[in-house]
């Protein structure tokens, strides 16, 4: 794989600063580079069964909000999106998630392979799409991925609400306040591994990633590539 | 150093361990302890006894309970004060001292004070100090000196404190026997238990006291239920951790090492115990007068003799339990003295009786005979002849151990915490529990069941009931226990005054029977009255140890039934808690822009604004003010650059767009046309100015509006707020971190934009002032602004957050070869005041109406209503009181005044300056000021009273100051 | 600490909410007194009893009512904005005036 320099594309990660001091070796992944892994993404996928920390801001995501918004993206053709505060996969590998009667949330897979955020994008017109607004979730949110057993136990010292596994189902999602930064966290295990996705406000993601590392350590957690989450997620489907 | 003489030979159940020796010092001499020991029982193993000094009489104290309960164990180590000798373990090279003394703890140079006790009464202080005016100041830091306690080392070295939430179906506080039966019949009904328990192992009572004659009761029951407990997956054990308080929903602040936890648990059952009380009797505070239970830890937790000779003081059969423990550790008992006329038969007792000692009913300890050092060298003993009282004295018995099992009362804090109450039961001869709110189930000795079997019974149906509470499926009827607040446990008066008084009702405050006596005398019969009064039960024992003798006394002074007295509340903490726990790990949110890091390589000095951090300036802080000269002047002569993400961004959108806008905003937005921006002026509904911006039109339904800094998060919640009950088609869109902005600005922004900008024609006719365009800049999506904070040709440029320092570089890049200059907020302030423009929040305060900010240029007063309009056209029936003008100096030589100076006239504030400073661009220092209406005219003068009290004299001046035609803004 | 059962988010502590006062219906601008419309802007009834009150989920920025026992401090339902304020709310034009 060929290294990449954050700082040579247009968009940057939010934390991309942070992830090349961990010494991350970065990929492209269309419009954005990914923190591939860390040097020993074998050790990496170990890692992330236990606590890890990935970045998948550069990842494709997008929102739509308004009294409309949920009805305009079934006609698009996705899927589910019938419970507030709830992840519906879609048969593309991304995830629609219900923030509220109003607002939709739809996340890529870790390959971002899925042209839907294209599709969506260009098929969105404010005079059309009645009662729908579309949201940059891609800038206006960071997105991190907390891997591994101790996820839960690690957010609880963040976190009030009741993320432990069997309280907190798979596809759940709590919008809430995370070391007094208010935050979506989405219960996304990667094949049988458990985890939770993380997106805020963009301009506090530096904070928040050394929240994160901080709260991390007693467990041993440490920053973890794109490609040890593929691993994770890849387990399962074998 | 040396052999530990009062170490006995390895127990059952032990917490020590005997391979490894750990060293530590006491008041400078070195001890050797094992690992497990705590302070006091490592210094008991050596024969130390003498702990501390109490608080008012500097008397010698020991330890009283051995279980963190009082206050006579609070020792001084190097780092941290305070310190409960009876539970901190020891650690290898601990210095430990004594505290509250003068000269050594052995002999305190301010042990005089015993002597003079009876000048210093009940409310002596009250009394004493309060006159006349200052009296107190002068007499504090004497008696703080000597009433105090340890003392803070301020150069502890910082730890790592942190919190966690915590979450279960069912809390259970305390793993007595009570408390591991509850969380077992809990997690059977399958529900998540935590079990949190004060001590490091789980089993209360069950791991010291001793239930049976030959004492295996206790071990086996111990065995079963903490097996059981430790097997069942449901149930997480907290040792070491203390449940401070029962907060509202069953919140829990539960302290484990370095950690507060903060639980929240649907159902609490309650199995705090009981704590063992003390006798009143003349020197019962003598080191070696100790409870009954305290010498049973010392035996049984740490293999310590509590003593050589001793006598027990009892009413119940437990003191007789006492009793076996101590013959069978080695110990002489010279004897028993039951409070009871005819000690009833039972097993324990008749195991004693068996064994020959001497028992002496119906007699009490009248007084505790001292050594010189104060220290525990015998005991008279008494007949009693009626409550209280006792004939003379006519039994001497030497020992150099006193142990107290005269009853016990509730420890009840967290119940009372949880809004519960305690009343006195006449049966029970203690305080028993009279409500517990829902959601709490008080179980074992704290409600009443101080018999063994009787506790483990209804431990099982309080987490039954706690199971049912949750509608978890039902295990069969949960079992009604009987036997709870019997009688015989506890004596219903162990209290003998004597005349010569030291007769301890409260260690701590070191009050005696007389004290609390006066006290009711002087008129503070109630109960709560009373403890605030002689401080009874306020020390850090909390009343453990007091509140029933207290209630006792009172109930004897006043004629008035138990019932009645009550007992006073507790509230939390339940024991003493760290600044540390409480601050935590602490989390300050910081908000950075996509361009912060360039900002700390081009060497900003930051400043916080709201959450955001933004440069003040660019350099190092001692040419604070020629960068910030240098900016301004790269500005107006040729072009700088300043980060704007922090200004809000929100999108307005929807067929409602402009009706939205004309509601919350001060002017009119239905005719604005698309690609044109316009001033926004929010206020709130009292008509005071709130926030400011621009709203630029993209679409018929689609304005973006900036928003201050600091005012983005309330005006987004605002306009939902107020959307929520208007329903307009129209969707607010917090766009705020969704887009990073920049403001290029000065005369040669144009030349440097389009080197960048492909596909937006920047000509003057195609892109005028006020002008708003959606296009490319550096091929990074933008929306451009042609708007002019600062007063010179200059554009706003949005662009996607991700994508922000690369327009950040582009546009250097670009600048680099006119030599474009970043500039700060420092910078930026300056600007803007050459303009004239307010800042919302500097300017203006919570009364700033437009009109009185002269912003009535902004109000379109033909819509039908915006925020605040109604509450405007009201005041402005009334003449304006003070009107925000522009001011120069008069002296061109004087420097500018600062914020707040205050407007004089006559002697009298008529206002004040908001802004100033020295404009590099005109030579001289310029300022806004509110003023009085009749003085805004351009040439009138006003006085400004500045630092020192000196005047100095302003001129009205129609702002801008700068380009009053905004020709080069326009251009 | 309390919890507020929150319509969107289900129950959350109460940290995570702001309380902006009672409910009460703006009065039309056009019609009230400056006595009248003072009394909206500035009083509050702060009656004992249950209590209609806006509260905002923080995190969401979602705005609900809640209905709240002033005495017990007991919160007993929650339930969105809409249920109270279902109709689009319009002014009627000042005379002589434009949009």
Redesign the interface.
């Known amino acids: 794989m060929r290294t990449l320099d954050p ?1 040579q ?6 934390v991309y ?1 942070r992830l090349v001091g961990h010494g991350a070796v970065f990929a492209d992944m269309g419009g ?1 580079v990914v923190a591939e892994h860390f040097g020993a993404a074998e050790a990496e996928a170990v890692s992330a069964t236990r606590l890890g920390l990935a970045d998948l ?2 990842l494709p995501r997008i929102g739509f ?2 009294r409309g918004a949920l009805a305009w993206l079934s006609g698009q053709g996705v899927r589910g999106l019938a419970e507030d505060n709830r992840a519906d996969r879609q048969t593309d590998g991304t995830r629609a998630a219900r923030l509220a009667p109003t607002e939709a949330l739809i996340l890529s897979d870790l390959t971002a392979t899925s042209r839907i955020f294209e599709r969506l994008t260009t098929t969105w017109r ?2 059309t799409a009645s ?1 729908c ?1 579309l ?2 979730r ?4 960071y997105w991190l991925h907390i891997s591994g057993e101790h996820a839960a136990a690690m957010f ?5 609400v ?1 993320l ?1 596994p069997d ?1 907190f189902a798979a596809g759940a999602i709590a919008q809430t306040s995370i ?3 208010n935050a979506i966290v989405i219960r996304s295990d990667q094949g049988s591994t458990l985890g939770f996705d993380l997106l805020g ?7 928040m990633w050394g ?1 994160l590392l ?1 709260a991390m350590a007693e467990f041993g957690g440490r920053p973890v590539g794109r490609a040890a989450l593929m691993r994770l997620a890849d387990g399962a489907s074998r | 150093m040396k052999r530990a003489p009062f170490r006995l030979p390895a127990q059952i159940g032990e917490r020590i361990d005997r391979s490894r020796t750990v060293s530590f010092s006491f008041e400078g001499r070195t001890y050797d302890g094992l690992a497990g020991d705590t302070i006091a029982s490592a210094l008991a193993s050596h024969g130390v006894r003498v702990l501390s000094r109490s608080f008012k009489y500097h008397r010698p104290r020991g330890a009283l309970t051995m279980a963190g309960q009082d206050a006579n164990t609070l020792v001084q180590l190097t780092e941290e004060p305070n310190v409960l000798a009876d539970t901190t373990p020891i650690t290898g090279g601990l210095e430990v001292r004594g505290q509250n003394y003068s000269g050594s703890l052995a002999w305190d140079r301010d042990a005089w004070l015993n002597a003079v006790g009876r000048f210093l009464p009940v409310g002596f202080y009250y009394k004493a100090f309060y006159k006349p005016l200052g009296a107190w100041r002068r007499w504090e830091p004497v008696i703080r000196a000597r009433a105090g306690l340890g003392e803070v080392n301020l150069d502890t070295a910082h730890r790592y404190y ?6 279960s179906d069912v809390a259970v506080i305390g793993a007595g026997p009570a408390g591991l039966s509850a969380a077992l019949e809990a997690a059977r009904a399958g529900l998540d238990v935590l079990l949190v328990e004060e001590n490091p192992v789980l089993g209360g009572s069950l791991t010291y006291a001793r239930f049976d004659a030959d004492g295996a009761l206790g071990r086996q029951r111990l065995a079963e239920l903490a097996s059981a407990v430790r097997a069942e997956s449901r149930i997480t054990v907290m040792t070491g951790a203390v449940c401070q308080g029962l ?3 069953n ?1 829990l602040p539960i302290i484990q090492g370095n950690r507060l936890h ?1 639980v ?1 648990a649907r159902q609490v059952v309650l199995a705090t115990g009981s704590v063992e009380q003390p006798v009143v009797f003349r020197n019962n505070d003598a080191p070696g007068v100790m409870q009954g239970s305290a010498a049973q830890r010392l035996i049984r937790h740490y293999g310590v003799r509590p003593g050589r000779r001793a006598v027990v003081v009892t009413g119940n059969a437990d003191g007789y339990g006492v009793a076996l423990d101590l013959l069978d550790a080695g110990i002489e008992v010279a004897g028993i003295l039951d409070l009871r006329a005819t000690p009833p038969h039972e097993e324990r007792t008749d195991a004693v009786r068996a064994r020959n000692v001497a028992i002496y009913p119906r007699y009490a300890p009248w007084e505790a005979r001292r050594s010189a050092r104060g220290i525990l060298k015998g005991l008279s003993a008494a007949p009693i002849v009626g409550h209280g009282k006792c004939e003379p004295a006519d039994v001497r018995l030497e020992c150099d151990l006193l142990c107290m099992s005269i009853g016990y009362a509730p420890t009840a804090q967290l119940l009372h915490y949880a809004g519960g109450s305690v009343v006195y039961d006449r049966a029970a001869a203690t305080f028993a529990i009279k409500s517990a709110p829902a959601g709490v189930i008080p179980a074992g000795s704290l409600d009443g069941a101080y018999d063994l079997e009787t506790a483990i019974a209804d431990g099982r149906r309080a987490g039954m009931q706690a199971a049912a509470g949750l509608g978890a499926p039902s295990r069969g009827e949960p079992p009604a226990v009987r036997g709870k607040n019997a009688s015989g446990w506890n004596h219903p008066w162990p209290i003998f005054p004597h005349p010569r008084g030291k007769d301890f009702v409260d260690f701590d405050e070191d009050l005696q029977v007389k004290d609390i006596r006066n006290a009711i005398a002087e008129g503070y019969d109630h109960i709560e009255l009373l403890k605030r009064f002689s401080t009874a039960g306020m020390g850090p024992s909390q009343g453990r140890h007091t509140a029933l003798s207290l209630a006792r006394i009172t109930a004897e002074a006043t004629g008035r039934e138990l019932e009645i007295i009550g007992a006073t509340t507790a509230r939390p903490p339940y024991s003493a808690e760290k600044f540390g726990h409480l601050a935590g ?1 602490g ?8 361009m ?2 360039r900002h700390l390589e081009a060497g900003a000095e930051m400043m916080p604004a709201g ?2 951090l933004r440069p003040a300036y660019y350099g190092p802080k001692d040419r604070r003010e020629a960068a910030i000269r240098e900016e301004v002047e790269a500005v107006r002569a040729n072009v700088g650059l300043i980060d704007v ?1 922090t200004l809000g961004g929100l ?1 307005v ?2 067929p409602d767009a402009a ?1 939205f806008l ?2 919350m905003y001060t002017f ?1 937005y ?2 604005q046309q698309v690609g044109r921006a316009r001033y926004v002026l929010m206020c709130d ?2 008509g005071a100015i709130i926030d400011d911006g621009v709203a630029c039109r993209f ?1 018929d ?2 304005f973006y509006v900036t928003a201050t800094t600091g005012g983005a998060d309330r005006v ?2 605002t306009m ?2 107020h959307n ?6 129209v ?1 607010i ?7 990073a902005g920049v403001n290029l600005a000065g005369p040669r922004s144009r030349e440097v934009l389009a080197k960048l900008a492909t596909d937006v024609d920047l000509s003057a006719p195609a892109f005028p002032y006020m002008g708003v365009r959606m296009g490319t800049v ?3 999506p933008a929306r451009l602004l042609r708007v002019g904070f600062v007063g010179e040709l200059g554009y706003e440029i949005h662009v ?4 922000g ?2 327009l950040w570089d582009a546009l250097l890049w670009a600048g680099a070869p006119l030599g474009i200059k970043p500039f700060g907020v420092e910078a930026q302030r300056l600007l803007r005041l050459e303009k004239g423009h307010i800042i919302v929040g500097q300017d203006t305060d919570g009364e700033t109406h437009p009109y009185m900010a002269d912003m009535g240029w902004a109000i379109a ?5 915006f925020v605040g ?3 405007i056209e ?1 005041q402005m ?1 009334r003449p304006l009181q003070r009107k925000l003008v522009g001011f120069t100096l008069v002296d061109p030589a004087e420097p500018p005044p600062e914020e707040c100076h205050l407007v004089i006239r006559e002697g009298a504030i008529v206002g004040r300056v908001t802004s100033a400073a020295f404009s590099p661009s005109l030579s001289r220092v310029i300022g806004l000021a509110f003023v009085p209406p009749e003085q805004t005219e351009p040439g009138a003068r006003f006085s400004i009273k500045v630092a020192g009290g000196r005047m100095i004299e302003a001129q009205v001046v129609k702002p801008p100051f700068l380009d009053p035609n905004n020709a080069r803004q326009e251009g | ?3 507020m059962p929150c319509p969107l988010n289900g129950p959350r502590n109460i940290t995570e909410f702001a309380c ?1 006062g009672e409910v009460r ?2 009065p039309d ?2 019609a ?1 007194s ?1 006595a009248a ?2 009394d909206y ?2 009083m509050e009834t702060n009656g004992a009893g249950i209590v209609r009150e ?1 509260w ?1 989920h923080l995190p969401t ?1 979602y ?1 609900f009512i809640a209905e709240r026992n002033t005495v017990t401090d007991e919160i007993v339902h929650t339930y969105p ?2 249920d109270v ?5 319009d ?4 005379p ?4």
């Not at chain 1, 891609?138 to 949110?141: I, K, L, N, P, T």
């Not at chain 1, 609880?156 to 009030?160: D, F, N, S, Y």
């Not at chain 2, 007063?861 to 209503?865: A, L, R, V, W």
């Not at chain 3, 304020?85 to 709310?89: C, H, P, T, W």
Request: charged share 25%; hydrophobic share 40%.
């Open positions: 700082a594309f247009a968009r940057r990660s939010f600063r954005g801001s550069p909000k308004g404010l005079e009662q607004y949201l940059p891609g800038d206006s949110h609880a010292k963040l976190c009030g009741d432990r309280r070391a007094r930064s406000d963009s301009a506090s993601a530096d904070y929240c901080d | 942190d919190k966690a939430y915590g979450f907060l509202t929903e919140w903060k929240r790990r989390f300050e949110p910081v908000r950075l822009s996509a912060h890091h959450l955001w993400s999108d959108r929807g009706e004309n509601r009119a239905a005719n509904q009292t679409h339904w689609h987004y919640q939902l707020w929520a009950q208007w329903r307009l088609d969707d869109t917090n766009a705020t971190a969704a887009y550096a091929g990074i996607p957050a991700s994508a320092e690369a007063k033909k819509k039908p209503f309009a109604r509450a009201a029936k | 600490m309390k919890i902006a219906v703006m601008p056009a009230a400056d419309w003072a802007v500035f806006w905002c920025s705005w904005a809409g304020f279902s109709a689009r709310r002014f009627a034009p000042k002589g005036g434009g949009a």
